[in-house]
């Protein structure tokens, strides 16, 4: 097949500056062309990349994009400009994946493609301008439901598949986790809408007995441009997290995989408390941390459900309650406190991840595209 992958206007590829979706699309792109298929991604040009390159059979073409604007108008303005400099460069294909706001909409020349949506974030009205696009691909059952409610016309129209685990940069297996230090992990972005701040409340109010014998890894750009909270949100958790004596470190964002990996590894509890109700659509660090046999908390967003039960193959709190900071320490307090239970849902975790793998995940896509296309070749249709 020929399959064009289209990145949005904010984050280059490959991601050397971060991004989930941008992540997972490198990823994919180079196991589709791996199985031999004719692969060309388009994502935003960076100075320090080339215009066009192949790197794993994988040919890069890159467009004049933005950095990240903070309003959500501006945001929609800049799409449009960097969609259409897309459009006229695009190659003939079987195949368009995109998950920009406007390109579905501008896409009317067969010749690019079966039109494939991913809907990375909570559908916000576009669903329903959406209609000629062949598929709107929600990487979790949530998110499916809420394409599903805004634009029920296209129910038929929409499947699931998940984002896949990152293939592991280490070849050793991850160590268990009472092997390693006792280390509480976050990665992301360092904003109030991730939670951050109510992980950093819990630490610095747990009991003594319990906080002194365990640290506070925090990893994420804070920078707005790359999606963080800025510089004061990082200025009152750095001053929060003074109270704990030294017990948490706050880290600029690591984008190097093997890195990233190896903090993954060294930790023994992830805990992602993310408060993004309708901006979370799958939790691809969650997933990673299990990937690496790290124990894993998350809040109790809907999204999380395809992958975490409580107690089995992860911990959930609740974030909507009256006091999230409190629910949020007592939960990690039990969770802590029983070494046995917290050792038994790492390992339950790390083998729910091998269900995300990429070479599952990509048969997923694969056969999902190769649908489309017979459909298209027995209703005596141009690809």
Known sequence: MKITIVLGAFFPVPPIKGGAVEKIWFALGQEFARRGHDVVEISRAMSQLPREEILNRVKHLRVCGFNPPRSLFWLKVLDLIYSIRVRSMLPEADVIVTNTFWLPILLRNAKHGKVYVHVARYPKGQMRFYGHAARLQAPSHAVAGAISTEASHLRDKI??????????????????????????????????????????????????????????????????????????????????????????????????????????????????????????????????????????MVSNLACFSDFIRDGQTGFVFDHRSKNPAQALREKLES????????????EAGYRKSADFSIDRVADQFLHDFSSLISQSDGAGTNR
């Not at 990893?219 to 441009?225: D, F, I, L, T």
């Not at 969770?335 to 790492?346: E, F, G, K, Q």
């Open 159 to 296: 499947t699931v598949i998940p984002y896949p685990a990152p293939r592991s940069a280490i070849e050793r297996e991850p160590v268990p986790i009472d092997k390693r230090q006792k280390i509480i992990l976050f990665v992301g972005r360092i904003h109030p809408e991730k939670g951050v701040h109510l992980l950093v409340d819990a630490f610095t109010n747990m009991p003594r007995k319990l906080s002194s014998q365990w640290k506070l890894s925090i990893v994420g750009p804070a920078e707005q441009e790359l999606g963080g909270g800025g510089g004061r949100y990082l200025a009152e958790l750095k001053e929060l997290a003074a109270k704990a004596a030294g017990k948490i470190f706050i880290h600029e964002a690591v984008f190097d995989p093997a890195k990233l990996e190896q903090n993954f590894r060294d930790a023994r509890l992830f805990v992602y408390p993310s408060l993004a109700d309708l901006g979370e659509s799958f939790g691809l660090a969650p997933l990673e941390a299990m990937a690496h046999r790290c124990a894993v």
């Open 335 to 346: 969770v802590i406190a029983d070494p046995t239970l917290l050792a038994h849902v790492s």
